[in-house]
Each structure stands twice: as C-alpha cells, then as structure tokens.
Antibody, heavy 115, light 107 residues
Framework: QVQLQESGPGLVKPSETLAVTCTVSGGSISGFYWSWIRQSPGKGLEWIGYIFNSGTTYYNASLRSRVTMSADTAKNQISLKLTSVTTADTAVYYC?????????WGKGTTVTVSS | DIQMTQSPSSLSASVGDRVTITCQASQNMTNHLNWYQQKQGQAPKVLIYDASNLEPGVPSRFSGSGSGTHFTFTISSLQPEDATTYYCQQSDSLPRTFGQGTKLEIK
C-alpha cells in the first residue's frame, strides 16, 4: 500500500529556509494531489497547501509569501520549502495524499526553529 | 476562510458512555466535513469524511452527522482506547481549516 515518509533538517536557524521532503512508496505521485499540514503546540493543525502534478499549487494565504511546493516524479517525492522562518514555524510537518488530508498521511517530521 | 469552532475543548466520560463533539462552521458549507482521531506521537487518522461516511476499517461506534454550519461527531459507547484527541476539518473551501481539537479522557 502507499506509504509516505517525511524527512527534514530537524533544526533550522531563524531567518533561514526550512526544506522538508515527502518520499512516496507503493504508488506514484503522478495524478494525485498532495497536501502539507503542520502541527504546532500554539496553533494546532494548520493546512499549508497542496500540489498536483508539479504544476498546480495552492498555498494558504497565511504562508503564501514564504512557501514553495514542488514534485520530483523521478524520485517520487514531494517537497516543501518555507523561507524566512521564525520560532512560530516550529512544528511537526506532515504530508498527506489528497486535496485536504484524507486517509493517507506520513508520520511527520519535527522541525525546530532556534538559534 | 471558514473558521471551525469545536467544542468542548476537553471532555471526561466513562467507558460505555455516549460522547458527542460538535463543530460549528463560520459560514454555510456543504457536507465536506471530516473528523480525525490523533493519538500521542501519531499523525491524525481520518474516521469520518463528508460529515457522515465512516472510513473503511473504523469501528461502527463512531458516527458523524450535520449540515450547513453545525456538525456532530458521536461515539456511541466509549472504549478505553478512544481516550485521545479529536479534530474536525472542513474541506469545503480553500484553505482547509481545522477545529481546535477535543481532548477526551476516561473517568
């Protein structure tokens, strides 16, 4: 069955760029929407946006100026980049298959923003 | 954005009790309302999608209902393993938004 595995840097300094990757196994990323969701103690669950077939993206307006999502079909990976991070970006970052979340999620990767 | 107001924020009930959690949307929406269960250290797991559809493999003691702005999640007979946190999420419009969560404890 389809499995998702997020990977990330663990620790990022303020003002730097956070980059998280979601590797998909057991199925292709092509033809599906992929969402990113994060969870921080202060803000609960926040849906960041989605990507479809490398070309279609939607970003939550709350993060739109700082977010980029991309897809690498050769590696079967989805990626999230968040620029100019602050401590408020400290969270567990999840990828999920679908336009809203749905039944298939990765286990998440914790990213801490700290100097 | 559609704001989702979930209540209560915490709840204590006994094994076998009927438990209800509600989610109020800030505007009228279709039935694209989902309910998740999240256990400590795990990703959220969808239990109910489109307000009342049980995700395959989810026990039938879980159910959902509602329309418009008012949605309800019910556990008909609370089990010890149900003690965790539950979230609603609207997938009616962009951006998707979540309720603040309900922490359910066993008395």
């Amino acid at each position: 069955q389809v499995q998702l595995q997020e990977s990330g840097p663990g620790l990022v300094k303020p003002s730097e760029t956070l980059a998280v990757t979601c590797t998909v196994s057991g199925g292709s990323i092509s033809g599906f929407y992929w969402s990113w969701i994060r969870q921080s103690p202060g803000k609960g669950l926040e849906w960041i946006g989605y990507i479809f077939n490398s070309g279609t993206t939607y970003y939550n307006a709350s993060l739109r100026s700082r977010v980029t999502m991309s897809a690498d079909t050769a590696k079967n990976q989805i990626s999230l980049k968040l620029t100019s991070v602050t401590t408020a970006d400290t969270a567990v970052y999840y990828c999920a298959r679908g336009r809203w979340g749905g039944p298939i999620w990765g286990k998440g990767t914790t990213v801490t923003v700290s100097s | 954005d559609i704001q989702m107001t979930q209540s209560p924020s915490s709840l204590s009930a006994s094994v076998g009790d009927r438990v209800t959690i509600t989610c109020q949307a800030s505007q009228n929406m279709t039935n694209h309302l989902n309910w998740y269960q999240q256990k400590q250290g795990q990703a959220p797991k969808v239990l109910i999608y489109d307000a009342s559809n049980l995700e395959p493999g989810v026990p039938s003691r879980f159910s959902g209902s509602g329309s418009g702005t008012h949605f309800t999640f019910t556990i008909s007979s609370l089990q010890p393993e149900d003690a965790t946190t539950y979230y609603c999420q609207q997938s009616d419009s962009l951006p998707r938004t979540f309720g603040q969560g309900t922490k359910l404890e066993i008395k």
